[in-house]
């Protein structure tokens, strides 16, 4: 079955979203990472700051999120309408075209359709703090917490609605580390896989 | 980094015993599974197929192992005793030549080493299940019990003997979902990697 749309769920500093960049760019397709959020900023008018950041909380880490924002839209809390949203996009955009989709749980929104890869990308720890400094710069909080709280909440909201676990081996096709090949080498290497199937 | 030697860790029915010795082939080097457990025969008089069963259990679930053969070596748990001599006999092996190496929490004994790939093979469930009455035949227990308790010893011996959990992405530098590649497609994609790498 050819593979014609790649899902990329990554550690934070892995360079994840790089890859998935490059991959898309390699195969002359779309890379919907922060396309995505702004498609849903200019659907649903939240900045798109906050869809970001909301992407990475579920609703249970947000007990007032209704008081936040002084708003509950069709019953449903902020998430929850963001989620169903985004997952109303991410199916529309997979009926469309080939392409890479970057985090946003979308291996788990995909999962009935056949002709998706679902990756997903990680490093060592201290690779990972190295690499969010150079790419994102210096902040007043230690590398290796930013990791521990970003990972720690990716890993939350994709339980909360997916009921799956983050990082475990048997919810991906393929998983990569990303230390151990580059990034230019996990792009080889995806490019392959989605040039052969 | 040149990486020599390539340890297959897998779910039991995911094909990972047949890629690890259909990679070898290909590479033209040694693939130790079967091997291994007859040289640990050899060399310690345990019959073949008691240590392949030990392989898979953990001391702990074994709390009379000392009473079933009789002995105690070295002050050792029989079990700790064998898990000793394969460690020494996988880094001895892997000092000498390039190989594959499948299962044996192998991954885990040469993680000192810049050298090994360390992969995982998983498939769905049902498609093991399959599997296992295809290449093993069928037994008075259901195939899905089979996999359940065949995993689950493998989780706990590696749990026991390594601190990390079986099956965790971020343990591995690549896992495959066999089902998506085919078991050649498997073999083709990591004999490129050890070719490339």
Same sequence: chains 1, 2.
């Avoid at 991959?23 to 906050?50: M, N, P, W």
């Avoid at 081996?169 to 393929?174: D, F, P």
Wanted: net charge neutral; charged share 35%.
């Amino acid at each position: 079955m050819k593979k014609r749309i790649i899902t990329i769920s990554r550690e934070f500093g892995s360079g994840g979203r790089t890859i998935g960049k490059r991959v898309a760019e390699e195969l002359g397709i779309h890379c919907y990472d922060k396309e995505l959020i702004e498609k849903l900023a200019e659907k649903t008018g939240f900045s798109e700051r906050y869809i970001e950041e909301q992407g990475e909380y579920a609703p249970t880490s947000h007990p007032f999120s209704y008081a936040f924002v002084g708003r509950n839209i069709d019953g449903m809390s902020v998430s929850d309408y963001l989620w169903n949203e985004q997952r109303k996009k991410i199916l529309e955009i997979a009926n469309q075209e080939p392409c890479v989709i970057v985090g946003r749980c979308a291996d788990y929104i995909l999962r009935e359709r056949e002709d998706v890869l679902n990756v997903f990308v990680h490093a060592p720890k201290e690779i990972r703090a190295k690499r969010i400094v150079e790419v994102y710069g210096e902040t007043s909080v230690a590398p290796e917490k930013r990791l521990r709280d970003k990972d720690k909440k990716r890993a939350i909201n994709y339980r909360y609605y997916t009921e799956q676990e983050w990082g475990r081996a048997q919810n991906y096709h393929l998983t990569l580390d990303s230390s151990a090949f580059g990034i230019e080498g996990c792009v080889e290497l995806l490019c392959g896989i989605a040039r052969r199937e």
